[in-house]
T-cell receptor, first 116, second 117 residues
């Protein structure tokens, strides 16, 4: 199993450009998440999904959009990039079932994004 | 109020010694989970250990143990016999279940551990 994969690893955008960060998991997890990590800080939740076709906002959703058409994929779209979106972006996934084992989140390697 | 507080921005420990990284949390939920993650300089987030709020025993995973004191709302990570490869940022995180059904993690600000030879 590859676990959670993210592409690209690095990207530089100009202000106003758009891009999509890709995330794929092969663990058949139902939950998927996008976090951002600003320098010297912990991670903050952008969006999450509890299954294909179902997404919801986290703490810091402004400037981002997501979709989840399959169990495996959870892309994050940045529209009109701004310098405040310079950050490291992590995708994660977990499996939750009532009464089941802990829904530990497993993270991808991250995408380092710079907006100039 | 901060949901997860890690009061030690940086810690030093000698190789082969034990070290405790502090974490306190704030929640009114009865059911929650506490996690520790390691982030080495390469940047990935590595899951270390989990403690459920109803677990009576402290969790252990190899050299990692979680000192869970529910009444004090603390969930300290203990690393025994430190190794040079333990040098990294360590994040404490809490998973609550919100009314929306959201099960995401709230992270602390992290503790940077440096293991000295």
């Amino acid at each position: 199993n590859a676990g959670v994969t993210q592409t690209p690893k690095f990207r530089i955008l100009k202000i106003g450009q758009s891009m999509t960060l890709q995330c794929t998991q092969d663990m058949n997890h139902n939950y998927m998440y996008w976090y951002r990590q600003d320098p010297g800080m912990g991670l903050k939740l952008i969006y999450y999904s509890v299954g294909a076709g179902i997404t919801d906002k986290g703490e810091v959703p402004n400037g981002y959009n997501v979709s989840r058409s399959t169990t495996e994929d959870f892309p994050l779209r940045l529209e009109l990039a701004a310098p405040s979106q310079t950050s490291v972006y992590f995708c994660a996934s977990s499996y939750f079932a009532s009464g089941g084992t802990p829904d530990t989140q497993y993270f991808g390697p991250g995408t380092r994004l710079t907006v100039l | 109020a901060q949901k997860i507080t890690q009061t030690q921005p940086g810690m030093f420990v000698q190789e082969k010694e034990a070290v405790t990284l502090d974490c306190t949390y704030d929640t009114s939920d009865q059911s929650y989970g506490l996690f520790w993650y390691k982030q080495p300089s390469s940047g990935e987030m590595i899951f270390l250990i989990y403690q459920g709020s109803y677990d009576e025993q402290n969790a252990t995973e190899g050299r990692y143990s979680l000192n869970f004191q529910k009444a004090r709302k603390s969930a300290n990570l203990v690393i025994s016999a430190s190794q040079l490869g333990d040098s990294a940022m360590y994040f404490c995180a809490m998973r609550e279940v919100l009314l929306t059904g959201r099960r995401a993690l709230t992270f602390g600000s992290g503790t940077r551990l440096q293991v000295q030879p």
